[in-house]
């Protein structure tokens, strides 16, 4: 079985920050991609903001991390 007793020391403040963090690591990671892999599939005249993968996955990243903040 698992054993998280280690863990027993770390405040849940703590442990919000560390996830907070994550979510913004992986925002960072998801602004380095390049842009021909974001509009992947999309002519370069058809291309528009709303077609920019990296938007949408900040926006999420952004919704999850304000509710996982708050609760």
């Known amino acids: 079985m698992l ?4 863990l027993s020391g770390v405040s849940q403040e703590t442990a919000k920050i560390i ?3 994550f979510y ?8 380095l991609l390049p842009k021909e892999y ?3 599939g999309i ?3 058809d291309r528009h903001w709303w ?3 990296k938007l949408w ?3 999420v990243l952004l ?3 304000s509710i996982y903040s708050n609760f």
């Open 57 to 59: 996955s900040i926006v």
């Open 3 to 6: 054993n998280f007793d280690w």
């Open 38 to 40: 974001v509009y992947q």
């Open 24 to 31: 913004a690591v992986i925002g960072f990671l998801v602004l």
């Open 51 to 53: 077609n920019n993968l």
């Open 63 to 65: 919704i999850l991390a």
């Open 43 to 45: 002519p370069e005249e």
């Open 19 to 21: 996830f907070l963090a």
